[in-house]
């Protein structure tokens, strides 16, 4: 099973950026695809963006651009850079597995306005 640990979660001001980290143990890491998702207060659990483990990344169509995903699989650790942050980005942001294993903590990202 693969444990999940992110980082790099913080109060940021609307237009900043921050780059989310997570790593993962377990030897599948280096076999699946994996995503970023994110759940906002009283809403649901969402995919924001995947990546292969041959690098193919996809994003959701609503982030125009402004989130990159990308890998490590020597690291065994997958990043999301976010840019152009805005406060409807605020939500925890979660890896994991494509499909999803079990969650780890998360990491909170708030933009303030």
């Known amino acids: 099973q693969v444990q999940l640990m992110e980082s790099g979660g913080d109060l940021v001001q609307a237009g900043g950026s921050l780059t989310l980290s997570c790593a993962a143990s377990?030897?599948?890491?280096?076999?699946?695809?994996m995503a970023w998702y994110r759940q906002a207060p009283g809403k649901q659990r969402e995919l924001v963006a995947a990546?292969?483990?041959?690098?193919?990344?996809r994003s959701k169509e609503f982030l125009k651009g402004r989130f990159t995903i990308s890998r490590d699989n020597a690291k065994n650790t997958v990043y999301l850079r976010m840019n152009s942050l805005k406060p409807e980005d605020t939500a925890v942001y979660y890896c994991?597995?494509?499909?999803?294993?079990?969650w780890g903590q998360g990491t909170q990202v708030t933009v303030s306005s």
């Open positions: 377990g030897s599948i890491f280096s076999t699946n695809a």
């Open positions: 990546i292969t483990t041959g690098g193919y990344t």
């Open positions: 994991n597995t494509i499909p999803p294993g079990g």
